[in-house]
């Protein structure tokens, strides 16, 4: 099978980046160290191609009706040109089909970023749902999307960008500007400051040597996943999916119950599930001892056992932790991980763990 590759391939591969098999694309791993930069995003300024995720605008008069019953979350919050939330989109029996973030952009309509691996099934899902409303769901795959995080991130990218998008270190997180077929969100997946700014592809090059000539580092996918998952943030596919709600991933400050007429996609299973009580809850770990939590290993509480979705060594913490889903009627906070044969306590935490560089743990 032939990987697709991105607006930046030919730059990845100047930079000496180990290359892999992401969902179908042929994306960056590490430039020579993940734990180097992990470190430069919680400590300076890194660059991420994400441009393998997928822009999709919708538009039309009735652009956000479609949302209103595609999505958890209410569009209808977002009043100014320029707001943006993050939602699930759900599937009838409230099993998560894909996350993502919307951003409300006046007479243009909504943009929408969804995740690489699902944007097919997305836009099919999307397109049907729209069937019969004045509204269009349109991809935008000429549009490349770069993420820079962290606490020198405004610093050095803001000067780089065009016109008036100069303005977006002065946004409020989930706030956005757009202008010149740009766009620049105060978004991110790391817990550091930063954006996510959406170019033409033609252009993506140019601007990335930009970055790296400012003293942006480039960041792979390694490090992306162990920063998300110190934020304490579900990576789809892993921590939650269509067999998942969002009641039981840790995402129910994403459900909008209000107004409650609104009949969006899955609120009925939802609302049957509230009403009977969830049966697992996401939680975080922290293993002290030496060891890796990883995705599979078996967690051992007095409620039964539960099951580790993410886990990995974090870099900023120097231990492991993990992002697990357990019993919801366990309340205990030692908990019991089962590792290649041996038993270790771990500790349970709320999620994130990490925030702006600093550990949040006990």
């Not at 993050?86 to 929408?112: H, K, Q, T, W």
């Not at 967690?299 to 979705?309: L, Q, R």
């Not at 900023?316 to 697990?324: D, E, F, N, P, R």
Request: net charge negative; proline share 6%.
């Amino acid at each position: 099978m032939t990987l697709k590759t991105t607006p930046l391939h030919a730059a990845h591969q100047r930079a000496d980046a180990r290359l892999v098999d992401f969902a179908g694309w042929e994306m960056p791993l590490h430039y020579g160290s993940q734990i180097d930069e992990h470190h430069a995003v919680r400590t300076g300024a890194g660059v991420f191609d994400v441009s393998h995720m997928q822009v999709v605008d919708v538009s039309g008069a009735q652009a956000q009706a479609l949302l209103r019953r595609l999505l958890a979350n209410d569009v209808a919050k977002l009043r100014a040109p320029g707001r943006a939330l993050y939602s699930c989109m759900l599937n009838a029996d409230g099993g998560v089909v894909d996350d993502l973030i919307v951003y409300f952009r006046g007479d243009e309509g909504y943009r929408m970023v969804v995740n690489a691996a699902t944007a097919e099934s997305d836009i099919a899902h999307m397109r049907a749902v729209a069937r019969g409303l004045d509204t269009s769901v349109e991809p935008r795959p000429e549009l490349a999307l770069l993420a820079v995080q962290g606490p020198e991130a405004v610093a050095k990218v803001a000067p780089l960008l065009p016109g008036r998008l100069r303005t977006a270190g002065e946004l409020r997180p989930f706030h956005a500007v757009w202008g010149e077929e740009w766009m620049a969100a105060r978004t991110g997946y790391t817990g550091e400051d930063g954006f996510e700014i959406m170019l033409p592809a033609e252009r993506a090059e140019a601007f990335w040597d930009d970055l790296l000539r400012s003293g942006t580092r480039p960041i792979g996918l390694g490090a992306r996943d162990t920063l998300r998952l110190e934020a304490g943030m579900n990576l789809y596919g892993t921590d939650m999916d269509e067999s998942t709600t969002p009641l039981v991933s840790n995402l129910g400050w994403t459900v909008a119950w209000e107004p409650p007429e609104r009949d969006f996609i899955g609120r009925a299973a939802l609302e049957r599930q509230r009403a009977e009580g969830v049966p697992a809850q996401l939680v975080g770990l922290v293993l002290d001892g030496r060891g890796v939590l990883r995705g599979g290993t078996r967690i051992e509480t007095p409620a039964g056992d539960g099951t580790v979705t993410s886990g990995s060594f974090a870099p900023t913490l120097g231990v492991s932790i993990a992002l697990a889903r357990i019993p919801a009627a366990s309340d205990a906070r030692e908990l019991t991980a089962h590792l290649r044969g041996r038993t270790m306590p771990v500790r349970r935490v709320k999620p994130p763990f990490v925030r702006h560089g600093k550990s949040l743990l006990d």
